[in-house]
């Protein structure tokens, strides 16, 4: 095979990736001649390296993008460096249908460092998680699948590391959407409410209750309230200060101001 014919050969064989071993292979030459050979081709448009020894044929759709959308190509990425993960945060609210906010790039949680980058036109933003606790599902994509956090781990996310979340009041409107979401069940909180700090399930728990109906509350001001003594903040850029809602330990520190 030759190399400007190799793009669309993995594209029409359902090929989302290939390693360089791969690529030399089917081009017939050793592995230190790859590079050189899809040069030309990269060039066009028609291939991206992600990471180093791993190739992307890009659909003609994106070529003018430089690469795949980000979460095309998250999995094959992962996989090749052998990093645990999932999509998070806002990117996976988004996915669920419930980010106002759109975020500015691909958040992925990792069990070990990896550097940010951009590909094409996703910046991926790397931060490093125990991957391994938090539930996540198949996402299906164009060749595959992606790791997503569920509603319940992106909803606990979020309240926790509220930077990440553009903000508590950013947080509270994609909570809020994300409780509205048909997998969604409040056991599912409770469950992996340890897993996390106390104050991202207060914050959830709270926020619940004061911007929803919901009337099935009380196992997770259980688990929220006895988790540590002390309250929690509900803004932890915030100073202390405020009222304690005893029903969830916060610290009520400042007016929530979710978007309609």
């Known amino acids: 095979m030759r190399a400007p014919e190799l793009a669309d050969w993995a594209l029409a064989h359902g090929r989302g990736s290939l390693t360089s071993a791969e690529v030399a292979q089917l081009l017939g030459v050793s592995e230190d001649q790859v590079r050189q050979r ?31 959308p980000g979460i095309e190509i998250i999995d094959a990425m992962m996989r090749h460096r052998g990093i645990g993960y999932y999509v998070g945060w806002l990117s996976a609210a988004a996915l669920y249908g419930a980010a106002h906010q759109a975020p500015q790039a691909l958040q992925v949680a990792v069990n070990r460092h990896i550097r940010d980058r951009v590909v094409g036109r996703t910046r991926f933003s790397f931060a490093q998680r125990d991957v391994a606790s938090i539930p996540s599902i198949d996402h299906p994509t164009r060749d595959g699948i992606a790791r997503v956090s569920t509603v319940a781990a992106t909803m606990l996310d979020v309240a926790d590391d509220l930077l990440l979340a553009a903000g508590i009041d950013n947080a509270a409107t994609v909570i809020i959407e994300l409780s509205e979401h048909d997998s969604f069940e409040i056991a599912q909180l409770v469950q992996l409410a340890p897993s996390f700090p106390a104050a991202a399930s207060r914050r959830v ?12 509350l009380a196992p997770l001001a259980r688990t929220a309230s006895s988790a540590i003594a002390s309250a929690s903040r509900l803004d932890p850029h915030n100073a202390d200060g405020g009222p304690i809602d005893n029903r969830w330990m916060l610290s009520i520190n400042r007016e929530l101001e979710p978007e309609a």
Do not use: H, K, M
């Open 205 to 216: 728990g709270w926020i619940l209750s004061e911007f929803t109906d919901r009337d099935d």
């Open 38 to 68: 899809l040069n030309a081709p990269a060039r066009r448009g028609e291939w991206v390296q992600p990471t180093r020894g791993l190739w992307v044929p890009v659909p003609p759709e994106y070529r003018t993008w430089g690469a795949p």
